[in-house]
Nanobody
Framework: VQLQASGGGLVQAGGSLSLSCAAS????????MAWFRQAPGKEREFVAA????????NYADSVKGRFTISRDNAKNTVYLQMNSLKPEDMAVYYC????????????????????WGQGTQVTVSS
């Protein structure tokens, strides 16, 4: 599967931004989808994941209650709605896909994902 992320940009602290990740290739619903982020000098970290049909999701504690992951299998797209953004949310955001047959709460390591998009920059000004 090929992934193309978009929607990044510059936003003031407290603002909102919506990211999209379009997939092409094999059946989109075969994949658990996730968002990760990486700030300069830091390791790539888990943000959120969603199950194949969108019935279950999992979030990093740092974004819980502010970010929402969703997917539209008819459009082969996964989304990340980010609200109440903070300067510490600033990073390059990556979408990722995995075919692992695991509970959604257990797929939060970058090494568990085989497919990655190119990343989109999110900048939050204070």
């Amino acid at each position: 599967v090929q992934l193309q992320a978009s929607g990044g940009g510059l936003v003031q602290a407290g603002g909102s931004l919506s990211l999209s990740c379009a997939a092409s290739g094999r059946t989109f619903s075969a994949y658990i989808m996730a968002w990760f982020r990486q700030a300069p000098g830091k390791e790539r970290e888990f943000v959120a994941a969603i199950s194949r049909y969108g019935t279950r999701s999992n979030y990093a504690d740092s974004v819980k209650g502010r970010f929402t992951i969703s997917r539209d299998n008819a459009k082969n797209t996964v989304y990340l709605q980010m609200n109440s953004l903070k300067p510490e949310d600033m990073a390059v955001y990556y979408c990722a896909a995995t075919q692992r047959d695991q509970l959604i709460a257990t797929v939060y390591r970058p090494t568990q994902y085989a497919y990655w998009g190119q990343g989109t920059q999110v900048t939050v000004s204070s």
